[in-house]
């Protein structure tokens, strides 16, 4: 069974810190990787794609990169911010499945503190 | 645009009601998807459709149904409300079309289901 696996769980980190959050996948064949974010109460909100040709893509202070040799991806956050405080769920496209089926990772949850 | 819109937000349910989630997206996406959402999980995928009238379930689609007579809306029906359908529920839309790998999927801000 295809799965999605984060780490870690839950992050604290202080202000202006940076920090990296995990993905392992074990969907295959590779198509596509997103990172959303997912704020308290809102849906998920794609932060970034990434594609098998791909090894680091960045959006403002975020950067993914990935390693599809080895199924990992990760997301670093540079100079966290309060606002970056949310779930960040990295999402696998499975193309074994139909209608764009995707499988989700369980979340990691940071926390932002002054 | 509005995007993907959800009612309610939240809603408490006696065990044995029924109650529909409704789900309206205005950026014309063929594509819809129920999911819901437990605590520390992944989602999972309940129903989905790829176009109105068209559905097909997903990975737990039991205790649920869905129709889709318009493009734009996607109910999803609860009968016999039970304690393990406690969950927020989350919509999403996409517009797939051959050979695109890269649709991304619009996600409503959720509805936040107990049933007790």
Redesign the interface.
Known sequence: KNQVEQSPQSLIILEGKNCTLQCNYTVSPFSNLRWYKQDTGRGPVSLTIMTFSENTKSNGRYTATLDADTKQSSLHITASQLSDSASYICVVRDPGRAGNMLTFGGGTRLMVKP | NAG?TQTPKFRILKIGQSMTLQCTQDMNHN?MYWYRQDP??????IY?S?GAGIT?K?EVPNGYNVSRSTTEDFPLRLELAAPSQTSVY?C?S?Y?FDRA?????F????TRLTVL
């Open positions: 993907v594509y520390g999980m992944g989602l999972k995928l989905y790829v097909d997903g989350f999403a996409s797939l790998p890269y649709n991304e999927q996600f409503g801000p959720g």
